[in-house]
């Protein structure tokens, strides 16, 4: 699983990137995390600043989600 943080170095990042990695190692995930600077992405990707990528799909933007958010999105898709 890849997570990536998207925003400036600012408290609201630092705040979700460290929600993002505490709910992962609550669920004993195996995930790569990455934390990239909206200047270095290609285009207008994402709408508004920090934002959450998990496995190439945005699932927050512009807000800090709750951690029970984030362990929703996180949680594996069994079929």
Avoid: T, Y
């Avoid at 890849?2 to 609550?26: F, P």
């Avoid at 600077?37 to 920090?50: F, K, T, V």
């Amino acid at each position: 699983m890849q997570i990536i943080i998207v925003g400036r170095a600012d408290a609201q990042r630092q705040r979700l990137e460290r929600l993002a990695r505490e709910v992962a190692a609550e669920l004993r995930l195996q995930a790569q995390f990455e934390v990239v600077d909206p200047d270095a992405l290609p285009g207008d990707q994402i709408a508004a600043l920090p934002a959450l990528v998990i496995d190439g799909m945005v699932k927050a933007a512009g807000r800090l989600p709750s951690r029970n958010e984030i362990g929703s999105w996180l949680q594996p898709s069994w079929v």
